[in-house]
């Protein structure tokens, strides 16, 4: 009925079992550097607004914004080259990773160094700096080193 390579609901089916068919056997590498750069872009501009807000207060706060640029060079990088996949995109998300623990602990002294701490949790962990909030970036490098260690689609 359609002739071959049309866009036809049977080629988007097959194009599905394709995609499928790499993530089943570890051939995700080069979606995953682009879904890595994506998720620095979007997980840093929520971070900007945020610090933004809060006046940058601590010269750390600046840090994340500091360590996007090369992890979202590396993962577009290792869409189109396997060699910026397997050494640039792990280095950077490393450091990517890396910054959200120690974003982890500032926001957890931040909200210790409310008036009444942890003992009043259950107000200052709302009303302080978001403590699960660093734990994206964390997430977001994790995906940048696992790209490095799967393979390349086929």
Do not use: Q
Request: glycine share 12%; proline share 6%; net charge positive.
């Amino acid at each position: 009925m359609f002739a071959r390579g049309s866009t036809s609901p049977d080629h988007s089916v097959h194009l599905i079992d394709h995609m499928v068919r790499n993530i089943e056997h570890g051939r995700f590498e080069r979606s995953l550097s682009a879904l890595t750069a994506f998720g620095a872009l979007v997980t840093t501009a929520e971070i900007y607004f945020e610090h933004y807000k809060a006046s940058f207060g601590n010269k750390m706060m600046w840090s994340p914004i500091l360590v996007t640029p090369p992890v979202v060079i590396a993962g577009i990088g290792g869409v189109f080259s396997r060699k910026w996949a397997k050494t640039w995109l792990p280095l950077t998300a490393g450091v990517y990773t890396l910054n959200g623990v120690v974003g982890e602990y500032y926001h957890a002294r931040g909200v210790a160094r409310k008036p009444g701490g942890w003992r009043l949790a259950s107000y200052n962990v709302p009303m302080g700096p978001p403590i699960m909030a660093p734990g994206l970036m964390t997430i977001v490098g994790g995906m940048g080193l696992l790209a490095a260690v799967l393979r390349r689609e086929k």
